[in-house]
T-cell receptor
């Protein structure tokens, strides 16, 4: 899992500002995911991408946006429309393609975002 | 769509005892069930997984069992050690296309395991 990096580790922003979280992987994985983790809530899927230039909304996509211009990169923007953005954000990747490859997801170290 | 319930939310055991965490899922078409361990402030790491065509899988002190009929799967940790203390998450991968989440993992809410020396 050292092949997935997220930066920065801690991020502080003022309410009303957009902020972009970085996620990079060098595992040659096709699929990438963004999760939000809140205490007692487990991991909730924000967005995912199974191929370059394509991405899909997860369960809690409102107030977030993503892009997938390169296979290695899947940045997440937390917009001012996200009502409760303070959380721990985890990026993951998987070699998943068409249901025949490994399903295992590898996680990055996470970014803890605090918005005041 | 798929829903994963995980119990208990907290579990405290004495070192050397066994620990069991249980998960139930709703989508009978789910075909992959991983377990992740997350230490405080760190990333979740896969510790064991099982596919729907297997009933049990072991890896040293940890094992996972799957009952497809009852739609539940369990994590068993034997001879627990203080370093086993962490939050454990189960997940299920539904096969069916549901609400834009095709092929993705649905996670339980986690179990905080504490192993007392």
């Amino acid at each position: 899992d050292g092949g997935i990096t997220q930066s920065p580790k801690y991020l502080f922003r003022k309410e009303g500002q957009n902020v972009t979280l970085s996620c990079e992987q060098n595992l040659n994985h096709d699929a990438m995911y963004w999760y939000r983790q809140d205490p007692g809530q487990g991991l909730r899927l924000i967005y995912y991408s199974q191929i370059v230039n394509d991405f899909q909304k997860g369960d809690i996509a409102e107030g977030y946006s993503v892009s997938r211009e390169k296979k290695e990169s899947f940045p997440l923007t937390v917009t001012s429309a996200q009502k409760n953005p303070t959380a721990f954000y985890l990026c993951a990747s998987s070699p998943f393609r068409g249901g025949r490859s490994s399903y295992e997801q590898y996680f990055g170290p996470g970014t803890r975002l605090t918005v005041t | 769509g798929e829903n994963v319930e995980q119990h208990p939310s907290t579990l405290s055991v004495q070192e050397g005892d066994s620990a069991v965490i249980k998960c139930t899922y709703s989508d009978s078409a789910s075909n992959y069930f991983p377990w992740y361990k997350q230490e405080l402030g760190k990333r979740p790491q896969l510790i064991i997984d099982i596919r729907s065509n297997v009933g049990e899988k072991k890896d040293q002190r940890i094992a996972v069992t799957l009952n497809k009929t009852a739609k539940h799967f369990s994590l068993h940790i034997t001879e627990t050690q203080p370093e086993d203390s962490a939050v454990y998450f189960c997940a299920a991968r539904p096969l069916t296309y549901y609400g834009g989440s095709q092929g993705n993992l649905i996670f339980g809410k986690g179990t905080k395991l504490s192993v007392k020396p």
